[in-house]
């Protein structure tokens, strides 16, 4: 199935510029879409409560800061990024109050539309720009000139505007000169979760566990399987984010790539390929989703244990000591937010 891919050409800037916009949540994506939509022009103000440890860093890069409901109020667009297991308390208590005639709802994933945590009314707009990147690197590339490329989905659209503000919006943020791919809330919600649970975050972070733990039980020093393991990965995919796996294989050893094509496939076995099956049969019938929600009511107790487990992996001790070794090493990840 083809898709469609929107670009800066195909974007009109004046769309968004021309609507005042609340961005709900100053984290990872808040601080991003909000400082990059200001230095596109577009009128924005942030929506925190009171008490929120994010108002300062907003209020430092010159935002103004409204509570949630007064932001709501003000705007025709209002974009959610808080966490999505706050999200639909946030809505209901903050937000659907202050919802008018021609309001735009928008969302910077598909989480709370798809499993039906938030039923927006009718006579509003509801629409999805989700950055396919980290917030932290969606703001840098939009600096450096660059962008991330977003997902745009139109849930309603009493306006007849809305995948035209979406993609404006996505524009402002500098998704547009990466490319803007219209989808649906539920192939967004659906392919991002996948992704993260089974590739980029869990199975990346596991693979780099075990690898790590693999050489170091067996005796080798942890700085070199720290090199091995984690630090070259990040210019392994350099490659293939450049070229594609191909351009990585042009740039490895031929010793190298027969060792990827022959033990690859033994890491990623036919049974690792049936395990992200049924990780995405629990996206798509709800379990994750009902896990995930609930796990958050009852205070994440075993979100918890597990983020300890991972804070005290010997890997972490390696990497920060070999990390302040390199000054180079990246900008920090708390540049603003
Ligand atoms: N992280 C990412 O790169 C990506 C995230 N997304 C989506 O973006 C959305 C936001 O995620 P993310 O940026 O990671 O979130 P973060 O956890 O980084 O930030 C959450 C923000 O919401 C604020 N907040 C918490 N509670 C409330 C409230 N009751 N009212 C208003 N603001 C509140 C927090 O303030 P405080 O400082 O007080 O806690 C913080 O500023 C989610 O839907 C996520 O799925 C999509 C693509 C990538
Ligand atoms: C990969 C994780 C992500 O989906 C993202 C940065 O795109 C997220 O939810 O943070
Ligand atoms: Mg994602
Ligand atoms: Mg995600």
Same mark, same amino acid.
């Given at each position: 199935?083809?898709?469609?891919?929107?670009?800066?050409?195909?974007?009109?800037?004046?769309?968004?510029?021309?609507?005042?916009?609340?961005?709900?949540?100053?984290?990872?994506?808040?601080?991003?879409?909000?400082?990059?939509?200001?230095?596109?022009?577009?009128?924005?103000?942030?929506?925190?409560?009171?008490?929120?440890?994010?108002?300062?860093?907003?209020?430092?890069?010159?935002?103004?800061?409204?509570?949630?409901?007064?932001?709501?109020?003000?705007?025709?667009?209002?974009?959610?990024?808080?966490?999505?297991?706050?999200?639909?308390?946030?809505?209901?208590?903050?937000?659907?109050?202050?919802?008018?005639?021609?309001?735009?709802?928008?969302?910077?994933?598909?989480?709370?539309?798809?499993?039906?945590?938030?039923?927006?009314?009718?006579?509003?707009?509801?629409?999805?720009?989700a950055p396919k990147g980290p917030g932290h690197l969606v703001r840098?590339?939009?600096?450096?000139?660059?962008?991330?490329?977003?997902?745009?989905?139109?849930?309603?659209?009493?306006?007849?505007?809305?995948?035209?503000?979406?993609?404006?919006?996505?524009?402002?943020?500098?998704?547009?000169?990466?490319?803007?791919?219209?989808?649906?809330?539920?192939?967004?919600?659906?392919?991002?979760?996948?992704?993260?649970?089974?590739?980029?975050?869990?199975?990346?972070?596991?693979?780099?566990?075990?690898?790590?733990?693999?050489?170091?039980?067996?005796?080798?020093?942890?700085e070199i399987a720290y090199f091995e393991v984690l630090h070259e990965?990040?210019?392994?995919?350099?490659?293939?984010?450049?070229?594609?796996?191909? #351009?990585?294989?042009?740039?490895?050893?031929?010793?190298?790539?027969?060792?990827?094509?022959?033990?690859?496939?033994?890491?990623?076995?036919?049974?690792?390929?049936?395990?992200?099956?049924?990780i995405l049969r629990e996206i798509q019938d709800g379990t994750f989703? #009902?896990?995930?929600?609930?796990?958050?009511?009852?205070?994440?107790?075993?979100?918890?244990?597990?983020?300890?487990?991972?804070?005290?992996?010997?890997?972490?001790?390696?990497?920060?000591?070999? #990390?302040?070794?390199?000054?180079?090493?990246? #900008?920090?990840?708390?540049?603003?937010?």
């Amino acid at each position: 199935m083809s898709v469609e891919i929107f670009y800066d050409a195909d974007a009109d800037l004046g769309i968004v510029q021309g609507r005042k916009v609340a961005v709900i949540g100053y984290g990872s994506q808040g601080h991003a879409h909000a400082l990059s939509l200001r230095d596109s022009g577009v009128d924005v103000r942030i929506g925190l409560p009171e008490g929120s440890k994010s108002r300062a860093k907003a209020e430092d890069e010159g935002l103004r800061v409204l509570t949630t409901a007064e932001a709501a109020a003000e705007a025709d667009l209002i974009m959610i990024l808080t966490p999505d297991t706050k999200q639909r308390a946030i809505y209901e208590q903050d937000i659907a109050p202050n919802l008018k005639d021609g309001d735009a709802l928008f969302f910077g994933h598909g989480f709370n539309i798809r499993y039906g945590l938030i039923k927006p009314p009718a006579n509003v707009d509801v629409a999805m720009v989700a950055p396919k990147g980290p917030g932290h690197l969606v703001r840098r590339q939009f600096v450096d000139g660059k962008g991330v490329p977003c997902l745009i989905a139109v849930e309603q659209d009493p306006s007849g505007n809305a995948q035209a503000l979406a993609l404006s919006y996505a524009a402002a943020i500098g998704g547009a000169r990466a490319g803007v791919i219209k989808t649906t809330f539920t192939e967004e919600t659906e392919t991002d979760l996948f992704g993260e649970q089974a590739v980029l975050c869990g199975g990346a972070s596991a693979l780099v566990q075990t690898g790590f733990e693999v050489l170091t039980e067996a005796g080798y020093a942890p700085e070199i399987a720290y090199f091995e393991v984690l630090h070259e990965l990040k210019l392994i995919v350099d490659l293939m984010y450049e070229g594609g796996i191909a #351009r990585m294989r042009y740039s490895i050893s031929d010793t190298a790539e027969y060792g990827d094509l022959t033990r690859g496939p033994r890491v990623i076995t036919p049974e690792v390929k049936e395990n992200m099956k049924a990780i995405l049969r629990e996206i798509q019938d709800g379990t994750f989703a #009902r896990e995930w929600v609930t796990e958050d009511e009852q205070g994440r107790p075993n979100f918890g244990k597990l983020q300890q487990a991972g804070e005290q992996h010997s890997i972490e001790e390696t990497g920060r000591k070999l #990390r302040g070794l390199m000054s180079w090493v990246d #900008r920090p990840i708390t540049e603003t937010a």
